[in-house]
């Protein structure tokens, strides 16, 4: 069992920036590969980006590429979203979520456990 608890979702202007974190716990959490995936009202849940358990690979959207980072610490049991150069369609609920799996990344059917969400809202 793993639990996922993200943080430092808010609110803030376009071209503004945010760092999302999201704390692990229950398993070895070096093991496993992250992902962050956000959901808007109305819309399905979609890969924002993800990391490998070492922290040497990672993939990102399309959407998001150039804008956002994703790291990992891993003595930390934590992964981290780092949001800039913000646009009102990232506004969306923000979910961390963990694989056994190297591959895929972008399909939500290759996480195992998910955090409850938390809520960034960009405004124009």
């Known amino acids: 069992q793993v639990q996922l608890v993200e943080s430092g979702g808010g609110l803030v202007q376009a071209g503004g920036s945010l760092r999302l974190s999201c704390a692990a716990s229950?398993?070895?959490?070096?093991?496993?590969?992250m992902g962050w995936f956000r959901q808007a009202p109305g819309k399905e849940r979609e890969f924002v980006a993800a990391?490998?358990?070492?922290?040497?690979?990672?993939l990102y959207a399309d959407s998001v590429k150039g804008r956002f980072t994703i790291s990992r610490d891993n003595a930390k049991n934590t992964v981290y979203l780092q949001m800039n150069s913000l646009k009102p369609e990232d506004t969306a609920v923000y979910y961390c979520a963990v694989s056994p799996n190297d591959r895929n990344w972008w399909r939500p059917n290759e996480y195992d456990y998910w955090g409850q969400g938390t809520q960034v809202t960009v405004s124009s």
């Open positions: 990391i490998s358990w070492s922290g040497g690979s990672t």
């Open positions: 229950g398993r070895t959490f070096s093991n496993y590969a």
